[in-house]
């Protein structure tokens, strides 16, 4: 493997897609990304972007196979993977709530316990719930979550919000944050001295579009 360049993952189609390629070439990084493209070199600075699954983003940086990734933080912290957290991006900003029926009688979290709750987050969650020392029973489901009270599945959720419409288009209100979350820039824990520097002056051009910016 090259240890000359950097190898950058970045989500191909979703909500952190347009904000990190705009990233990158605001940091004055060139390429040609081209339709359906999932691999493609850098022109004027020694790095590669991979376009790849947000989820799959987290492993890919642990074994060093892109070493540097775009992801959400609740993605970065759901997957346990050993990286390092080296800068927040400031974009794509939400929260991963819990959602309970409008109608139902709420308190607080003690409430929750002995319920079911249905996410895609079951790590983040009973790490929350064991902080409060609740037992539930988590429904590790992988999409549509906030249907779940209303079809019986579930009595509550836990899923990313970002305006709340969905949760209130379900008949839910957000009665807990659990964690905030933005995109941020991770690293793997094995990056050669070029790297590194590379790393380095990457930050330091990201930093001066975030201080512009500001
Ligand atoms: O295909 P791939 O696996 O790469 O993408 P994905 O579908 O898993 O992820 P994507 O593109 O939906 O989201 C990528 C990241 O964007 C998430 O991991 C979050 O960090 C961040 N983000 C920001 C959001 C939202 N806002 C958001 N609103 N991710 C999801 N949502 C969904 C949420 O799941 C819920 O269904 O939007 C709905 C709630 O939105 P509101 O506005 O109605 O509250
Ligand atoms: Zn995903």
Redesign the pocket.
Known sequence: MNDNILRIAI??????SEDSLKLIKECGIRFDNGAGKLKTDATNFPAEILFL???DIPGYVEDGVAHLGIV????SEESCKDVDTVHKLGF???RLSIGVLREAVYHGVQDLQGKSIATTYPRLLEQYLKSHDVTADIHEISGSV?IAPSIGLADAVC?????????LSNGLKEVETIFR?E?VMIASKHLSPVQQDLLDQLLFRIKSVQVAKN
């Open positions: 989500q191909k189609s979703g909500r952190l699954r947000d989820d959400g933080e609740n993605v794509s900003k939400c906030e899923d990313i919000v970002s305006s709340g419409s969905t949760l979350s995109a």
